[in-house]
């Protein structure tokens, strides 16, 4: 508790030292004369972002990369060894396969849901669509240790001839069946997608409200041109609808992407990585607060962070692209 107060105070310290010193320049150079002030203004204002930029992001970007090269209690340098001991794990191998589903399903489901909602939902009178809109969205509230503690009690799942309280299960046993362990079943990463259907309950409402606006600024000139041509309705949502809110499409894709790419909470929380259903970062909780191994920890995170650079580099190429083409 005292280190986390210390930590806590020495971060306010921090960004309070920089808004002193970013006060003092500005003040200096405002009395330098406006020649020097019309040269170095610019560098005052970015100054400080690049000071705070540096020190809690970049120093421990560093720090943690060379930090993966050293052995659990970082007293020694052991170079690749984190690393060849990661990826020769079968374990870690199939936590990387854990992640890949979850990028392949978790984006693609959240957006055609979302899609899909914003379409019929733009079709209902405002009064229905509000209300149609809220119910979708408010998952989005939710923390995501909350939404598993609430989905918890939907999976739970108790011995036959026990008194179910999973919301799954006292249907099945209502039915007349024997209970199912939901989070237990591995065949065909079935408890996988169970966790999946989390994050995708959680995400569908994000994809939605954006999509909906996305929608709704689509020219109605557009549309009715479509439809004197004789274009069917699908065919003016896939040709006239879809090009022109192909940009937000990608927006949402990609920031639920690299959202899923983190994915911590939500399996922490429901097995703890149990029945393969572990995933990267949960393995570097692991290694860290559990085991006490700072260098494979660290090389987790590294391998992790390599993953998500291509997308970040795509989402500001692309972004830039927009901007150019503005």
């Given at each position: 508790?005292?280190?986390?107060?210390n930590?806590l105070l020495?971060v306010?310290?921090?960004v309070?030292?920089?808004?002193v010193?970013?006060?003092?320049?500005?003040?200096?150079?405002?009395?330098l004369g406006?020649?020097?002030e019309?040269?170095?203004?610019?560098?005052?204002?970015?100054?400080?972002?690049v000071?705070?930029?540096s020190?809690f992001?970049v120093?421990?970007?560093?720090?943690?990369?060379i930090?993966?090269?050293?052995d659990?209690?970082?007293?020694?340098f052991i170079g690749?060894r984190n690393?060849?001991?990661?990826?020769?794990?079968?374990?870690?191998?199939?936590?990387?396969?854990?992640?890949?589903?979850?990028?392949l399903v978790v984006p693609?489901?959240s957006?055609a849901?979302?899609?899909?909602?914003?379409v019929?939902a733009?079709?209902?009178?405002?009064?229905?669509e509000?209300i149609?809109?809220s119910?979708?969205f408010?998952p989005?509230?939710?923390?995501?240790?909350?939404?598993?503690t609430i989905?918890k009690f939907?999976?739970?799942?108790r011995?036959?001839?026990?008194?179910?309280?999973?919301?799954l299960?006292?249907?099945?046993?209502?039915?007349g069946f024997?209970p199912?362990?939901?989070l237990?079943?591995r065949a065909?990463?079935?408890?996988?997608?169970l966790?999946?259907?989390?994050m995708?309950?959680?995400?569908?409402?994000f994809?939605?409200?954006?999509?909906?606006?996305?929608?709704?600024?689509?020219?109605?000139?557009?549309l009715?041109?479509?439809?004197i041509d004789?274009a069917t309705?699908?065919?003016i949502?896939?040709?006239?609808?879809?090009?022109?809110i192909?940009?937000?499409?990608?927006v949402v894709?990609?920031?639920?992407?690299?959202?899923?790419?983190?994915i911590?909470?939500?399996v922490y929380v429901?097995?703890n990585?149990?029945?393969?259903t572990?995933?990267v970062?949960n393995?570097?909780y692991?290694?860290?607060?559990e085991f006490g191994?700072?260098?494979a920890?660290?090389a987790?995170?590294?391998v992790l962070?390599v993953?998500?650079?291509?997308l970040?580099?795509?989402?500001?190429?692309?972004?830039?692209?927009e901007?150019?083409?503005?």
């Amino acid at each position: 508790m005292l280190k986390a107060l210390n930590g806590l105070l020495a971060v306010i310290g921090g960004v309070g030292g920089v808004l002193v010193l970013f006060w003092a320049l500005n003040a200096l150079v405002e009395r330098l004369g406006p020649k020097w002030e019309a040269r170095l203004k610019p560098y005052v204002f970015v100054g400080p972002a690049v000071l705070v930029v540096s020190l809690f992001l970049v120093y421990p970007t560093v720090r943690t990369v060379i930090l993966s090269f050293a052995d659990a209690r970082s007293e020694s340098f052991i170079g690749t060894r984190n690393y060849s001991d990661l990826l020769g794990e079968a374990d870690f191998r199939q936590t990387l396969v854990n992640n890949l589903l979850w990028l392949l399903v978790v984006p693609s489901i959240s957006l055609a849901v979302g899609l899909a909602v914003a379409v019929l939902a733009d079709k209902l009178r405002a009064r229905a669509e509000n209300i149609t809109k809220s119910v979708i969205f408010l998952p989005m509230a939710i923390s995501f240790v909350g939404a598993s503690t609430i989905w918890k009690f939907v999976y739970e799942s108790r011995a036959a001839g026990r008194a179910q309280i999973g919301l799954l299960n006292g249907v099945v046993t209502g039915l007349g069946f024997d209970p199912v362990g939901w989070l237990r079943t591995r065949a065909f990463n079935f408890n996988d997608s169970l966790l999946m259907v989390i994050m995708i309950w959680l995400q569908a409402g994000f994809a939605m409200v954006l999509l909906s606006a996305a929608i709704k600024n689509v020219p109605d000139e557009t549309l009715e041109a479509a439809r004197i041509d004789g274009a069917t309705e699908l065919q003016i949502f896939f040709r006239v609808v879809v090009p022109q809110i192909w940009a937000t499409v990608l927006v949402v894709f990609t920031t639920i992407l690299i959202l899923v790419m983190k994915i911590f909470d939500i399996v922490y929380v429901m097995t703890n990585g149990a029945f393969d259903t572990e995933v990267v970062a949960n393995v570097f909780y692991k290694q860290l607060f559990e085991f006490g191994n700072n260098g494979a920890a660290a090389a987790v995170v590294v391998v992790l962070m390599v993953a998500v650079i291509p997308l970040m580099v795509y989402q500001v190429r692309r972004l830039r692209s927009e901007e150019a083409g503005r």
